[in-house]
């Protein structure tokens, strides 16, 4: 495959954060999706995220499976660490580099095919595990690189762009989340920036597992009128629970307003917030509200968007097994093996 380089020179005027890098240091290569792609736009969204949230690339592992969606890490994070695993499988060798290094921030990007089909039940652990990562899932509906087939995402009823009718009914991601004990469940579309960036940043931050569904749709198979993952879809039938921005943790800044008021608040970078305060029935922190929420007003035939659940006391894996705060990949030998008599006596007291 032959891939087209990006100039390495910045222009000297080019904004650099808290950490010196400008935005231009959050790329990757050159994108080989169709002209289009929802999934660019998501990795668009990826690279504004971290940049403002000032993390050095080189702590970021990104970590993905197979698909159109797994293509794009190498569109992002260059500087970073990487691996494409095998079909399905992203979020198992995720859990084991998690396991060795818990200094470096995961990012799993997967798709619909690899997360809800042939990787669901690696999806399913990684969430009822509490892995921690932020676990993108760029959802178009059908297999783009076999031609449009339907995938298990796809609504029931919804048309493929050859008129064939889906008869089955839809794996929904974000109820399985929900169910399966995710700390962080969100669900976006690839058209909306200014409410992705911000879940983006949300869920890199998160201390637990934190789960975002993208609906992103695909202009060669899946952008027409039949189709519920389309861009004039998701557009006529988006319902927003909230307006949110990510606001770096210092010392807290407080307000309080009456639902449908407008509210500017000062930010310590000297800069203001404008707050919309809207859904006043509806609360991020309960769960099972949430699933309520979702079932009810997909009946209505809506999507659902914004940050659905956050479990601000999440706890992860580490803390589930009382895992070592020195990460493992930086032990002796001898420290991560003591010894035939120490396992003995642990195998012991296992009988």
């Not at 736009?41 to 940049?51: E, K, M, P, R, T």
């Not at 702590?59 to 079909?87: E, Q």
Request: hydrophobic content about 35%; proline content about 4%.
């Amino acid at each position: 495959m032959t891939y087209i380089a990006k100039p390495r020179l910045h222009h000297p005027t080019l904004t650099a954060n808290k950490v010196g890098y400008t935005r231009r240091d959050y790329e990757g290569r050159i994108s080989t999706l169709c002209a289009g792609c929802g999934h660019d736009s998501i990795s668009a969204a990826v690279i504004q995220a971290c940049w403002e949230l000032d993390i050095e690339p080189h702590r970021v592992a990104k970590l993905s499976g197979i698909g159109c969606s797994s293509k794009t890490p190498d569109y992002f994070l260059g500087a970073s660490h990487g691996f494409n695993t095998v079909h399905g499988r992203m979020p198992s060798a995720l859990t084991g580099a998690n396991l060795a290094n818990r200094e470096l921030l995961y990012l799993g990007v997967s798709g619909d095919g690899d997360s809800a089909s042939i990787g669901l039940g690696q999806f399913a652990n990684a969430m009822r595990r509490g892995v921690r990562m932020a676990y993108i899932v760029e959802n178009n509906g059908v297999y783009g690189l076999t031609k449009g087939q339907f995938s298990a995402t796809a609504d029931r009823g919804s048309k493929s762009k050859k008129g064939v009718i889906n008869s089955d009914n839809p794996v929904d991601l974000v109820a399985l989340a929900l169910q399966l004990g995710a700390t962080y469940v969100a669900r976006s579309f690839s058209g909306d920036k200014e409410q992705l960036v911000p879940l983006i940043k949300g869920a890199m931050s998160h201390g637990g597992a934190a789960f975002i569904d993208v609906i992103s749709p695909c202009v060669t198979f899946n952008n027409h009128g039949g189709s519920t993952k389309s861009y004039d879809y998701v557009r006529a039938h988006n319902d927003a629970v909230s307006r949110i921005d990510f606001i770096t943790p210092r010392s807290e800044i407080t307000t309080a307003y009456a639902p449908g008021e407008v509210v500017d608040v000062q930010q310590h970078d000297g800069s203001t917030l404008r707050l919309r305060k809207l859904h006043a029935d509806y609360d991020p922190t309960d769960r099972y509200a949430a699933m309520s929420y979702m079932q009810t007003h997909q009946a209505r035939g809506e999507v659902v968007t914004g940050l659905l659940y956050i479990d601000p006391l999440a706890t992860d894996l580490h803390t589930a097994l009382n895992t070592s705060e020195q990460p493992l990949n930086t032990m002796r030998a001898d420290m991560l093996c003591p010894g035939s008599k120490v396992l003995d006596k642990i195998n012991a007291s296992l009988r």
